[in-house]
């Protein structure tokens, strides 16, 4: 079964309001969990490294006051959009994994597509 | 820097036909490398990685990837393909020496696989 669990999966939202993805850990403790950002069919692109209990880190070009993370506990870290507009209509994707993982893979969850109208 | 690159961004391939999805990584030490597979609409699905050890790996779903240190590759075979492998498929590095569970990975920008029957 799923190990990192994201919600909402679709999300629609007006131009200018606010949106919080959920990412959780469901069997296990995520010290970090990364936030992704895909485009219609195109890759990947890490958006910034949350981890719990500090702020997180964010990759250039990405406005952190735009995309606020917050990893308050070991098995949750949100995304909020804030002030959102059409061009933050994307595909966000989390990722978790655990210290004391061993080879265990990162954790991706199912994703979540936000249209903003 | 790290980076991926998949030279076939489409491919088309007969049902029961062999596959080869092409992989080529830039690192400047030993990498962790993952192959994930997306359906439209969803998260990734680990299908195989590799850290260090056989550099021919096995993987669900049939999937196997071999590492070749001298070319920088690690490129993702299936020996006869079906219908339901449909879909895009992303070749990842992560920084070795990381806390392994919690790398930051790097996204090639995907191969999509058609199949005709």
């Known amino acids: 079964g799923a190990v990192v669990s994201q919600h909402p999966s679709r999300v629609i939202c007006k131009s200018g309001t606010s949106v919080k993805i959920e990412c959780r850990s469901l069997?296990?403790?995520?010290?970090?969990m990364f936030w992704y950002r895909q485009f219609p069919k195109q890759s990947l692109m890490l958006m910034a490294t949350?981890?719990?209990?500090?702020?997180?880190?964010?990759e250039q070009g990405v406005e952190k006051d735009k995309f606020l993370i917050n990893h308050a506990s070991l098995t949750l870290s949100t995304l909020t959009v804030t002030s959102a507009h059409p061009e933050d209509s994307s595909f966000y994707i989390c990722?978790?994994?655990?210290?004391?993982?061993?080879?265990?893979?990162?954790?991706f969850g199912n994703g979540t597509r936000l249209t903003v109208t | 820097a790290q980076s991926v690159t998949q030279p076939d961004i489409h491919i088309t391939v007969s049902e029961g036909a062999s596959l080869e999805l092409r992989c080529n990584y830039s690192?400047?030490?030993?990498?962790?490398l993952f192959w994930y597979v997306q359906s439209p609409g969803q998260g990734l699905q680990l299908l195989l990685k590799?850290?260090?050890?056989?550099?021919l790996v096995q993987g669900i779903k049939g999937f196997e990837a071999e590492f070749k240190r001298s070319q920088s590759s690690f490129n993702l075979r299936k020996p006869s393909v079906h219908w339901s492998d449909a879909a895009e498929y992303f070749c990842?590095?992560?920084?070795?020496?990381?806390?392994?569970?919690?790398?930051?990975?790097?996204f090639g920008t995907g191969t999509r696989l058609t199949i005709i029957p």
């Open positions: 949350s981890n719990e209990g500090s702020k997180a880190t964010y």
């Open positions: 990842a590095v992560g920084a070795y020496g990381s806390n392994f569970g919690n790398e930051k990975l790097t």
């Open positions: 990722s978790a994994g655990g210290q004391g993982e061993g080879n265990s893979p990162l954790h």
């Open positions: 690192y400047g030490a030993t990498p962790y």
């Open positions: 069997d296990f403790q995520a010290t970090t």
């Open positions: 590799y850290f260090s050890g056989d550099t």
